[in-house]
């Protein structure tokens, strides 16, 4: 059986020229794609709240604790 994997966050580094997308301090939850990993990018649901590719170095990666991740997750539904 196949583990569910584990949801992914970043907080918002930088966001000139997508003010209006991105949030300096905001969590951000990362939606995995290999592909754009392979260019630079990590796929982000950002404030419109669909998923849009931005360069990763817009992004600090953090491990968030499981309880958080699930109220995040659920929040976010």
């Known amino acids: 059986m196949k583990r569910a994997s584990k949801a992914q966050f970043a907080v918002c580094i930088k966001n000139k ?3 209006a997308s ?11 794609d290999p592909s754009a990993e392979s260019h ?4 982000i649901v ?3 709240g669909e998923d ?3 360069a990763a170095d817009r992004f600090f990666a953090i491990d ?3 309880p958080l991740e699930k109220v ?3 929040t976010a539904s």
């Open 40 to 43: 630079g990018y990590l796929r």
């Open 46 to 48: 950002d404030e419109s």
């Open 64 to 66: 968030v604790p499981k």
């Open 17 to 19: 020229g997508y003010e």
């Open 72 to 74: 995040l997750l659920k």
């Open 22 to 32: 991105l949030e300096i301090g905001k969590l951000y939850r990362v939606i995995p």
């Open 52 to 54: 849009y590719g931005y």
